[in-house]
Each structure stands twice: as C-alpha cells, then as structure tokens.
C-alpha cells in the first residue's frame, strides 16, 4: 500500500448495519490482538447504541480505518459516557484522525445533554498519555490496579493491565482551549521527579516525601514502552511496578493527574506527567 500522505477523502460517521459492525470487530482484532472471545461482538454493539450509546466510524471511502465506541454510564451521580474503545488503523496514524473520532463523539454527546465523558489507558503508553491529556486536556484522579485482570489477552497487555480512569469534561473551559490549540506548553516546577528515567533505560525512584513537598509532582515515563519491552520484559515490569507506586502515593496524597508533556534530556527522549496538588475533578468543570 502507498504511505497515506493525506486524509481530505476520509469521512466520520455513524457506523450502522450488520456489515459496518463486523468491519468493527475486525478492525479491533487488528489493532489490539485480541482472541475472539475478548472483542466486543456485533451484539453488544447494536444494544449499546441502540440504549444512547455512541459508535463512530471513520471510513475512506467504503472501508472502515478507524472508530470509537463508548456507552451510557453513571458518573458520581451523573449521567455520563463511558468511552470504550478508540482505534484507528496503523497505516492511517498521525493523521489527526483519533482527535477527530474524538471530537465527533463529543458533539454526539453535547447533543444528548452530557457533559462528561471517561475512559481508560494504560499510564506507560505515552502515545495515549501525550493524546489524552496534552491534546484533549483529560484529568484523573484513579490509577486502577489491573482492572482488566492480570492475565494477558493482548499483545498490549503482557506487562499487566494497569490504567488510568480519565475524566474529559466536555464543556470546560480547559477542554475548550486544548482543542483551539495544538502542542500545548507545560510550565513546571523545579520539582524531583517521583519516578525518573536513568540513562539504563531503567526508572528510578526518587525520595517519596521530596516529590510531594510542592504544589506539583512529576513522574517520567519512557518514550517507548512498547520497544522497550520487546528488548526486556523485566525492564517493563519495573516500570509497571514503579510507576504504580508513583501515581498511588501521589493520588493518596491528594494529588490530580493534570497533564502530560513529551521531553529530551541529551539525546533521551521520555515522557513526564504533572499532577496537581489539592485540585478536585469539580474544579475543572
Ligand atoms: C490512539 C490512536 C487512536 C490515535 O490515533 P491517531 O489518528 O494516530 O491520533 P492523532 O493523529 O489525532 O494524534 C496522535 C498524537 O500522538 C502523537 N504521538 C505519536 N507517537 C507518540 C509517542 N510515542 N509519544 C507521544 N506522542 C506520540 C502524535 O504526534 C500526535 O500528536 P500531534 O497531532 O500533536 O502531533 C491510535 O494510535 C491507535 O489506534 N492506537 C492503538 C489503540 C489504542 O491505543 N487506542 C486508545 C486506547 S483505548
């Protein structure tokens, strides 16, 4: 196939028909690995839209490249959705293309009256942590301990299913400026890091009662988590393991997961998150 060079011929739209849904559960086996009793079938799919859920497609011309579906939920005693899944097919990446299935889901929602979305990801990937937070301006205040269970369904999944509950409030004044503009700028306290990235490659864990003296608390992760366990699964699970205990610590301390910004250090390239001292979800809205 020709390296994609442009996207003006690919259309968002509902997904809609026995066709378009099995379209759906193929791309999810492409995308993520899963074995057939892990994706969600054309069932589910049909009942969750047909109950206000929303299922979205991004197609050029009749093939589907890309999608997002999420579902009615209930969120600290509002209605919410909860988004499930995001995809778009490697060929079509960096194209913008997952921002537009994300804001085409959020008008979708202004329409039914929902101001709150939430979804996971997995906090080691920084591709989606730089997505969420950077240029959706998502916040989280839950690191969820293998909330799909330890056992690996996925390729993606060896290293523990780990993830971050994040919360985009659709209507807020954040959310507002960080879709009006792209490669937002983090502005950081001269804080020590929780967790840091040693020229090994390997994470290092700083003093705990340090990194949680100031307004701001950061943790740093690899730029490439995926490569990096290709070469050492070991390697990955010190960076599950530390990290783990970087966001707990924090977020016990009453600290918000706020943002997330790609950084170099000579010729490292690493990711760092900035969490936020006395911040609640509420004050965001
Ligand atoms: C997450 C996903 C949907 C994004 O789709 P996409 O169409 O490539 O997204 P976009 O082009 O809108 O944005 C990707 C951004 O990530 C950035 N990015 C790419 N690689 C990155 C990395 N290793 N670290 C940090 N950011 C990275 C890109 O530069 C781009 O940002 P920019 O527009 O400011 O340059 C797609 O990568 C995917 O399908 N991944 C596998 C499934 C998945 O993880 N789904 C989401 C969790 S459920």
Redesign the pocket.
């Given at each position: 196939m020709a390296a994609l060079t442009e996207t003006s011929s690919i259309v968002i739209r509902d997904i809609d028909g026995g066709a378009e849904m099995r379209a759906v559960e193929e791309l999810q086996q492409e995308?993520?690995g899963l074995p057939d009793l892990d994706i969600v079938p054309l069932t589910q799919l049909v009942a969750a839209k047909a109950a206000g859920g929303v299922l979205l497609g991004a197609f050029d011309h009749e093939t589907l490249i890309?999608f997002a579906y999420g579902f009615v939920s209930y969120e600290n005693g509002e209605m919410a959705h909860h988004s499930h899944?995001?995809?778009?097919k490697p060929a079509?990446?960096?194209?913008?293309?997952?921002?537009k299935l994300k804001l085409a889901q959020r008008e979708r929602l202004l329409v039914q009256g929902i101001t709150m979305m939430t979804?996971t990801?997995d906090p080691l990937?920084?591709?989606?942590a730089?997505?969420n937070f950077n240029?959706l301006g998502v916040v989280s205040d839950r690191y969820l301990i293998n909330f799909y269970g330890d056992d690996a369904a996925s390729f993606l999944l060896r290293n523990g299913t780990d993830r971050l509950w994040v919360t985009w409030l659709l209507t807020s004044r954040r959310v507002h400026e960080r879709l009006d503009k792209?490669?937002f700028k983090l502005e950081f306290e001269r804080v020590i890091p929780l967790v840091q990235l040693g020229i090994d490659d390997s994470p290092s864990r700083n003093n705990l009662p340090e990194g949680l003296s100031h307004e701001q608390a950061l943790i740093e992760i690899p730029?490439?988590i995926n490569a990096l366990e290709r070469q050492s699964s070991e390697l990955a699970f010190e960076w599950r393991d530390a990290t783990r205990w970087a966001f707990n610590e924090a977020i016990a301390a009453g600290y918000l997961v706020v943002d997330f910004s790609?950084q170099s250090r000579g010729d490292q390239r690493f990711?760092i998150y900035l969490l936020s001292r006395g911040k609640r979800l509420g004050d965001f809205v």
């Open positions: 995308v993520w890309g899944m995001l995809a778009v079509y990446r960096n194209f913008n293309l997952g921002h979804w990801f990937q920084s591709l989606n730089y997505f240029k792209t490669g730029a490439d790609r990711g």
